[in-house]
């Protein structure tokens, strides 16, 4: 295999990695902490001296670190992605690198660890409290990625005897629209960063995102979005394979979908809208969908185009 060949290979890897971390982070942070609210323990003694409490404007920098996080793991897990292949509990495998190096042993003094547990401060029920979401949130990426990889490997020819590509097309429209709920947060929390600290010069009343997140009719935007994503993405997509559109239109679309879309709900369902908000908000699901479409439909498209 060339150089160039290996390089597509890994950035393809990576990509998936990073969708894989990122969804898996972000369902189990937003279902944990409301679980055990973290709002509430991050201020309790000794926590509060570890931990960012939960409404400083600086937690919302976290998401942006989480592409980071997901390239690192990218990095790592690239030499041993052949044997998390081949093998028949290939999952199992990674998730016990992630669970005996990641969690139980890591080399610093981190919550839920045993350094952590001798060498910190951290009460016990704090290190107990922390395990059922990095364990269950990496057991789900660990299925997840291996999965995602082996159906790279099979052989396109087999793929369409065995599955009916209108299904299949409905399956891959819907998880690029469930994926692109990862962009709506990074577009959503930059926002609410930028209006933060605009309030904060200002002297004004700073966004609740807790309640903000807790509204129903803000929610429910997210649902239409949704809903209109998966129709878009399963005929842009077919228009994409057929050499009707370049990549660029397709993201160019889709961003401004993503940006109509909340523009006119929050127009009728609020009264008012900001369209630099909206353009913000549009850009990050645009990106993840076009990543999608790109993953997705790839081989497809190149074999119509020879």
């Known amino acids: 295999m060339s150089t160039t060949n290996n390089w597509k290979s890994f950035f393809s890897f990576a990509l998936r990695v990073i969708i894989a971390h990122m ?11 409301n679980v055990f609210d973290y709002a509430e323990v991050f201020k309790r003694e000794i926590i509060r ?11 919302t920098y976290g998401p942006f670190l989480q592409p980071i996080r997901g390239l690192i793991f990218a990095i790592g897990l690239w030499p041993i992605r052949s044997l998390l292949i081949e093998k028949k509990r290939g999952w199992l495998i990674l998730w016990g690198l992630l669970v005996t190096i990641g969690i139980l042993s890591t080399p610093s003094a981190a919550p839920s660890s045993l350094e952590g547990i001798v ?29 995602w990889e082996r159906q790279t490997e099979k052989s396109p020819e087999l793929e369409s005897k065995k599955e009916n590509p209108l299904i299949a097309d409905i399956i891959k429209a ?14 959503g929390l930059l926002m609410v960063a930028i209006a933060n600290a605009n309030a904060a010069s200002a002297g004004t009343e700073p966004i609740d995102v ?6 129903f009719k803000m929610q429910f935007m997210f649902v239409i979005a949704f809903v209109v994503n998966t129709i878009a993405v399963f005929w842009i997509a077919r228009k994409w394979q057929t050499n009707h559109m370049t990549l660029w239109s397709v993201f160019m679309v889709f961003w401004l979908i993503d940006a109509v879309v909340p523009w006119l709900y929050q127009t009728i369902v609020f009264g008012s809208s900001s369209i630099p908000g909206v353009l913000m908000l549009g850009f990050f699901p645009a990106m993840i969908i076009v990543l999608c479409i790109w993953m997705n439909y790839r ?3 190149i074999q119509q185009r020879r």
């Open 23 to 33: 969804a898996t982070y972000f369902l189990f942070g937003i279902i944990m902490s």
């Open 49 to 59: 001296d570890y931990m960012i409490p939960f409404d400083e404007h600086n937690i």
């Open 119 to 147: 060498y910190s401060k951290i009460p016990m029920w704090y290190h107990l409290m922390g395990l059922p979401e990095i364990t269950l949130q990496t057991l789900l990426f660990s299925i997840w990625l291996v999965w």
């Open 174 to 187: 819907i998880m690029a629209a469930c994926f692109a709920f990862i962009g709506y947060a990074v577009g």
């Open 210 to 215: 807790q309640a903000t997140g807790m509204n």
């Open 299 to 301: 081989k497809i498209a």
